[in-house]
């Protein structure tokens, strides 16, 4: 049985002297322009360690599909040299559950560049989750992420 996806969920924070829409941008520059329409933006808010005011964004986009292109599309971005780290140590970025996660760096997000390697706190979290049809051994699984990011 194929490996589907259920869907991609992209979480980021927003702190007081950020831009809403420039942080939402940032997540948006990581999504096929296509599926820009698609996506859900979830909204919550959340107090710092002194008492400042933080977004937290969930923005998710759903559908096989989605997905496959969205995790081909951030592979393609990166460095060939965090492409070749991704790939060698692909069974570390996805859990037993046959869950993939990455960090990018926001910032960097933002001005159109996708990187892994980064120097501050601010980072884009996402993770890609299967759906729950048929158990699929990990080994297959990274298999599928293996095929699905190194699409020409």
Do not use: W
């Not at 060939?80 to 991704?86: A, F, G, N």
């Not at 990187?115 to 051994?137: H, M, Q, V, W």
């Amino acid at each position: 049985m194929p490996v589907l996806f259920e869907d991609i969920d992209f979480e980021v924070l927003c702190h007081a002297t950020e831009d809403e829409d420039k942080v939402i941008q940032a997540v948006k520059n990581l999504i096929p322009v296509e599926f820009h329409s698609s996506i859900k933006i979830n909204r919550a808010k959340l107090e710092g360690h002194y008492h400042n005011p933080i977004i937290k964004f969930n923005i998710i986009l759903e559908g096989d599909l989605q997905v496959r292109r969205t995790l081909n599309l951030i592979f393609k971005r990166l460095h060939p040299e965090e492409q070749r780290d991704l790939i060698e140590n692909l069974e570390l970025y996805v859990d037993e559950a046959g869950s993939f996660y990455l960090r990018v760096n926001k910032n960097m997000s933002y001005k159109g560049v996708v990187a892994l390697k980064f120097d501050t706190g601010d980072i884009i979290r996402l993770k890609a989750k299967l759906r729950k049809e048929k158990p699929t051994s990990k080994t297959e699984i990274i298999k599928e992420y293996n095929r699905i990011l190194s699409l020409e």
